[in-house]
């Protein structure tokens, strides 16, 4: 492989910029010490300044040509479909299923069932797994309502995602009624189904007041994933054990979409929300 189609280090961008930075240090500095009134270089010194800065553009976005040849670093097939909620279930149903296209068997649903806390041997609860989509709450009221993704093991295990879309009413709280009546007796094993709430902002559902929240979470009931935390985590640690190449790629790209566009989502209705608050 020639050694110009190597990848670039972020060390080694960052001594490239290195006495770009130092100029503005310098401007700085001299602007510091003259005062506002004096201008810290002169126009030639900024028309070499930017001519120096486009060349170095120039060289980056060569290299940076060079590089997609191989590696295709801008590519993320999510970015190509822009995933809703809805999809974002589906793709993650696809992984949770022992039986899914993926070929991982139920790899993918022991690595989450332990990143809940739920032991060591996750395995013999999840091998016979079936998970649904759409799930309805069968045989109670209020079985108008669908969960996003059930996972039915030896431990029952319930995700509402919550991406854009806002907590109907009194709807996690149904959810935990249902599962706690669902909850199946093991002599002398406690298991406990338990709901995954999953938001980008970490935002706790409203249909529980903040001490019902504390105690479903410490009695492990309720978990208020972030998708750029804990669902991020988990997915790194499906990449990490994951033997197919393709399903590693895949992963990897839903681990950058989501450390992307949907942490700047989260950012920008938190400062939506904010500018709300001042008005």
Not at 66 to 73: F, G, I, M, V
Request: with cysteine; hydrophobic share 35%; net charge negative.
């Amino acid at each position: 492989m020639n050694s110009s189609h190597q990848p670039v280090s972020r060390s080694k961008l960052e001594r490239f910029f290195a006495d770009i930075s130092s100029r503005i240090q310098l401007a700085q500095t001299t602007d510091l010490a003259h005062g506002p009134s004096r201008l810290p270089v002169d126009l030639r010194e900024l028309e070499r300044f930017f001519a120096d800065v486009n060349k170095r553009v120039q060289l980056a976005e060569r290299m940076q040509c060079q590089l997609d040849k191989l590696l295709a670093t801008r590519f993320n097939v999510f970015q190509l479909f822009e995933p809703d909620e809805n999809k974002l279930s589906d793709v993650l149903a696809g992984l949770l299923d022992p039986k899914g296209h993926h070929g991982q068997g139920d790899l993918f649903l022991r690595l989450l069932f332990v990143s809940l806390g739920l032991g060591s041997d996750a395995k013999i609860r999840t091998k016979d797994a079936t998970v649904q989509r759409e799930a309805p709450m069968r045989g109670i009221w209020k079985d108008h309502r669908r969960m996003d993704v059930f996972v039915n093991a030896s431990v029952l295990l319930a995700i509402e995602n919550k991406v854009d879309s806002p907590e109907q009413p009194d709807q996690v709280s149904d959810y935990l009624v249902y599962l706690e009546l669902l909850c199946p007796c093991h002599p002398g094993q406690p298991i406990q189904n338990t709901l995954i709430y999953l938001t980008p902002d970490h935002r706790p559902p409203e249909s529980l007041t903040h001490s019902e929240v504390e105690n479903h979470k410490k009695g492990g009931r309720l978990h208020c994933w972030n998708y750029q935390d804990e669902l991020s985590d988990w997915l790194k640690h499906c990449r990490r054990d994951c033997e197919a190449q393709k399903i590693r790629d895949f992963l990897s790209d839903f681990i950058a979409y989501i450390e992307s566009d949907l942490k700047r989502e989260s950012e920008s209705n938190e400062e939506k929300e904010d500018n709300g608050d001042n008005e």
